[in-house]
Nanobody
């Protein structure tokens, strides 16, 4: 069983930065992708970013490209999402998820992911 735990959410002013971390207990897996998704009240869950753990390939939604950076920390076994130049519309519950899939197209799709964290709230005040 894979367990994912997010941390690092909070309240920040527009233009500010936050760093989210996703800890994954997936040491038995050799190839997997961690994705970050978000869902704001009344809106659909949407893809934000993803990282292929083995090769380090990254993927971003157009809405966050250039502002968000996804990276891996081998020591902590986490996938981190560094968010900068935050906007009010970035406010949402952010959840990380894991898939053994690494296809560049399907890693952007919610149904690709089998394991999900509980989520962490990010609120950007304008």
């Amino acid at each position: 069983q894979v367990r994912l735990v997010e941390s690092g959410g909070g309240l920040v002013q527009a233009g500010g930065s936050l760093r989210l971390s996703c800890g994954a207990s997936a040491r038995t897996l050799t190839t997997y992708t961690i994705g970050w998704f978000r869902q704001a009240p009344g809106k659909e869950r949407e893809f934000v970013a993803a990282l292929s753990w083995r090769g380090g390939t990254t993927y971003y939604a157009d809405s966050v490209k250039g502002r968000f950076t996804v990276s891996r920390d081998f020591g902590k076994n986490t996938v981190d999402l560094e968010m900068s130049s935050l906007k009010a519309e970035d406010s949402a519950v952010y959840r990380c998820a894991l898939t053994t899939n690494s296809d560049p197209v399907t890693v952007r799709i919610i149904k690709t992911y089998s394991f999900w964290g509980q989520g962490t709230q990010v609120t950007v005040s304008s």
